[in-house]
């Protein structure tokens, strides 16, 4: 089954672009539609029901303080509307995310993600990209950050979101591509 085949969504919020390159990128990789939280930490109805009707939902949010966004935090009580009624049980889940910091505490919000994907019954799909992790690995290498569970990405306090490395964009692309593939496998019409 193609991407085309299912319905992929990407809900993030974003303070400075970094996180919405990211966001963009995946959704490159697996056909998705972007749902950008907007700064009040809201979606609008038709959003909403975008993420009732997909078979896949893609967390995106960057770390600030240890863990997501306060606007993604309000998005994900929020989503307790779709919990009561099991909305998204058994939907295919993953996440991004993105810090200033090397570490950063970027791994809490991807667990953050991991969890909120349990409470709503959820699958998460993991990355499956092994790290480049050797003396010649570089900036621009896929999956730099070491991460199995989901992209990370670092990006200098400084930098804008032009600036950002090709690699953790591209780690983002191939991590849409996977969850559009296991969609592919699990959801069937």
Same mark, same amino acid.
């Given at each position: 089954?193609?991407?085309?085949?299912?319905?992929?969504? %990407?809900? /993030?919020?974003?303070? /400075?672009?970094?996180? *919405?390159?990211?966001?963009?990128?995946?959704?490159?990789?697996?056909?998705? !539609?972007?749902?950008?939280?907007?700064?009040?930490?809201?979606? +609008?109805?038709?959003?909403?029901? %975008?993420?009732?009707?997909?078979?896949?939902?893609? $967390? @995106?949010?960057?770390?600030?303080?240890?863990?997501?966004?306060?606007? $993604?935090?309000?998005?994900?009580?929020?989503?307790?509307?779709?919990?009561? !009624?099991? =909305?998204?049980?058994? *939907?295919?889940? @993953?996440?991004?995310?993105?810090?200033? +910091?090397?570490?950063?505490?970027?791994?809490?919000?991807?667990?953050?993600?991991?969890?909120?994907?349990?409470?709503?019954?959820?699958?998460? %799909?993991?990355?499956?990209? *092994?790290?480049?992790?050797? =003396?010649?690995? *570089?900036?621009?290498? %896929?999956?730099?950050?070491?991460? /199995?569970?989901?992209?990370?990405?670092?990006?200098?306090?400084?930098?804008?979101?032009? !600036?950002?490395? !090709?690699?953790?964009?591209?780690?983002?692309?191939? /991590?849409?591509?996977?969850?559009?593939?296991?969609?592919?496998? $699990?959801?069937?019409?």
């Amino acid at each position: 089954m193609s991407s085309a085949e299912t319905n992929i969504a %990407v809900v /993030y919020h974003s303070g /400075y672009g970094h996180t *919405k390159r990211m966001a963009e990128a995946v959704a490159q990789g697996s056909g998705a !539609e972007l749902l950008a939280i907007d700064a009040e930490g809201n979606l +609008s109805d038709e959003q909403w029901a %975008v993420l009732d009707a997909a078979d896949a939902i893609i $967390f @995106g949010s960057p770390t600030y303080m240890g863990g997501p966004s306060w606007q $993604f935090k309000k998005f994900a009580d929020a989503s307790s509307r779709a919990w009561f !009624e099991a =909305k998204w049980q058994d *939907k295919l889940f @993953g996440g991004f995310t993105n810090s200033a +910091s090397l570490n950063g505490d970027k791994l809490n919000t991807l667990q953050y993600f991991v969890l909120l994907t349990g409470q709503h019954g959820g699958l998460w %799909v993991s990355m499956a990209l *092994k790290p480049a992790n050797t =003396k010649a690995a *570089k900036r621009d290498d %896929v999956n730099r950050m070491g991460s /199995y569970l989901a992209p990370m990405a670092q990006s200098d306090a400084d930098a804008n979101p032009a !600036e950002m490395s !090709e690699g953790d964009l591209e780690t983002a692309r191939l /991590y849409g591509v996977r969850i559009a593939q296991t969609a592919g496998r $699990f959801i069937r019409r």
